[in-house]
């Protein structure tokens, strides 16, 4: 479908101004907070701000508000994201301040990473010995990748995305990657992780998995890996993916399977002890999603307080009609 040419005359004079075109040559590495393109341009805040509405209004930049934070992003598709590549494929980026601005990203990049890292290792022990109790997390892994089949997929949504690690995995095979999380720290750290493995096309959003900012029927694959047993409301979380997928689409369910170690929730803040096969049937039915028989990963033998994990697989069906809410 084609544009009306007033639309495109206003993005033309928002991108046809000196910093108006550094900050997008600069969201084309992934988005950016404000406080970060302030770093990396070295102009005042309310005059960037200034230029970044300008640029929202026109469509080549979308707001993403995350806390007290407000990130920056590149449309990833329709008219704006085929004009800014047209665009950017004419420019000579080794030239004027681009190399300059490019260089200045890279350590604001590291000063970001860095920043994450302490996070992290405020929380790496914890994580470190949950690790400890179940099978090996890369042969589950390479088991989801397996159950989701080759691909290529057109986009893959994960939800509870913690450190984007379900993004690394699926980055090669989907055209678009785009994680949510609640929490900033976490979608920081995943940002640092993410640009270190050069997943440079992973999207990340702060919302809640119950309620997200996602179009209807959009994602052909959607993943919800070790997040359910943090939720009371969890069935909300499969009526979520259900919405977001596309018909015939599959929603991937990682968690623990049901167990009895109640210190679980003392220690590391669950608050169901696994999740029950019937709970996760009743949910997807709900959702009108159809369930596979989920396939189990039995603790290493050796250990007394072991944990097994589960993958459960569902699929949209083809036929299905959306409810209007
Ligand atoms: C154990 S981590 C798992 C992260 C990631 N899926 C993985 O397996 O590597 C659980 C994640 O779920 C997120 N989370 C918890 N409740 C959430 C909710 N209602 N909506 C979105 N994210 C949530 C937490 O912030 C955390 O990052």
Not at 23 to 30: C, P, S, T
Not at 277 to 295: C, T, Y
């Amino acid at each position: 479908m084609k544009t009306n040419p007033g639309i495109i005359v206003d993005a033309l004079r928002a991108a046809g101004e000196p910093t108006r075109l550094r900050i997008l040559a600069l969201l084309r590495h992934g988005e950016l907070a404000v406080g970060e393109l302030v770093a990396v341009l070295g102009q005042s805040q309310p005059r960037l701000s200034h230029h970044l509405k300008t640029l929202t209004a026109a469509g080549l930049t979308e707001r993403l508000p995350e806390g007290a934070w407000v990130f920056y992003r590149l449309p990833a598709k329709g008219w704006p994201n085929t004009l800014l590549e047209g665009l950017f494929d004419q420019i000579d980026l080794s030239q004027c301040d681009f190399p300059a601005d490019s260089a200045r990203l890279d350590s604001v990049r590291e000063a970001r990473r860095s920043a994450a890292d302490d996070f992290f290792s405020s929380i790496a022990q914890d994580w470190d010995r949950l690790r400890s109790m179940h099978y090996p997390e890369d042969l589950i892994e390479a088991a989801i990748l397996k159950i989701a089949g080759p691909g290529p997929f057109q986009r893959v949504v994960d939800l509870g995305t913690g450190t984007g690690r379900m993004l690394a995995l699926f980055g090669d095979r989907a055209k678009d990657v785009e994680g949510l999380d609640l929490s900033h720290q976490m979608l920081q750290l995943a940002r640092a992780k993410l640009a270190e493995s050069g997943i440079g096309h992973a999207r990340l959003r702060q919302g809640d998995a119950t309620a997200t900012p996602f179009e209807s029927s959009s994602a052909d694959v959607v993943i919800v890996h070790q997040v359910l047993h943090y939720l009371e409301d969890a069935d909300r979380v499969l009526a979520e993916a259900s919405r977001i997928l596309v018909p015939g689409g599959q929603l991937i369910i990682v968690d623990f399977a049901q167990h009895d170690h109640e210190f679980m929730r003392e220690d590391f803040g669950h608050r169901r002890l696994g999740i029950r096969d019937d709970n996760m049937k009743s949910w997807a039915d709900r959702a009108g999603l159809i369930l596979d028989s989920p396939v189990r990963f039995e603790p290493p033998k050796q250990l007394e307080k072991g944990i097994a994990v589960q993958i459960w697989p569902a699929t949209k069906p083809s036929d299905h009609k959306e409810v209007a809410a």
